[in-house]
């Protein structure tokens, strides 16, 4: 049985690796689209400050239009005026009419600024926001290159290991005791052994029966700590 022992202790070597490179081609590719993720929420803020700067122009161009509209009917007020020959309630109501209308436009003028420095705020944001997107996008562009780099490491690496497992799975380990070893792996997320440092387990840190302690010690078998089923062996055996 200590030859088992030693042979799955080996095996174990093997698999921590193994789980080990599975993580990384795992986190790799999700940190990357997470990092892209990150981008695109900037584009799409961008996005929306581009609309509103367009919004406020276009609020700007209404506003003109207006303006100049009330300016000519002032001019035509203001001629109409000149030609109603004395008339004082024509002319009463005419500069009424203009009074009303230059407060209209003066009302609209400043909005008008308002909405212009709006926007300008706006465009500022939009300068600052662009260049941070451009210097995302080239550390992204790099952390891009370096995933893919490290990810072909780990695949090469990856192959060698399930190769060398292969290989090794057809030595003299016991079906039944390799059946054990793989479920556990699988259960308890690629560790299937724990040392038993004196009676503590020393993956899940319970402490084990003198009884079992012993049969451990003695190697006639595969003994399974009771607290977290994995398969227990000393350090020296
Ligand atoms: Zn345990």
């Given amino acids: 049985m200590q030859d088992t022992i030693r042979a799955l202790r080996a095996l174990q070597e093997l698999d921590t690796d193994i789980y080990r490179l599975k993580a990384e081609l795992k986190r790799l590719p999700e940190e990357r689209a997470n990092r892209r993720k990150e981008i695109d929420q900037m584009l799409a803020r961008s996005e929306t400050l581009q609309k509103s700067a367009r919004e406020l122009r276009a609020k700007v161009k209404e506003i003109e239009d207006t303006t100049s509209k009330e300016r000519q009917r002032i001019r035509k007020l203001e001629t109409e005026a000149a030609n109603s020959r004395g008339d004082g309630a024509m002319l009463a109501a005419y500069q009424h009419e203009i009074k009303t209308l230059k407060r209209s436009i003066s009302a609209a003028e400043e909005s008008g600024l308002e909405l212009v420095t709006q926007a300008g705020t706006v465009d500022a944001d939009l300068t600052k926001q662009r260049s941070t997107i451009e210097e995302a996008e080239k550390v ?98």
Avoid: H, W
């Fill in 140 to 237: 992204f562009a790099e952390f891009s290159g370096n995933v893919e780099r490290e990810t072909a490491v780990a695949r090469q690496e990856l192959d060698r290991l399930l190769a060398e497992r292969k290989r090794r799975m057809s030595t003299d380990v016991a079906p039944e005791s390799l059946g054990l070893y793989e479920r556990l792996l699988l259960a308890r997320a690629g560790v299937a052994l724990a040392e038993l440092d004196g009676r503590i387990c020393q993956v899940c840190f319970m402490e084990v029966p003198t009884n079992l302690y012993v049969r451990v010690t003695r190697g006639m078998a595969l003994n399974q700590c009771p607290s977290c089923d994995r398969i227990l062996y000393q350090r020296n055996v």
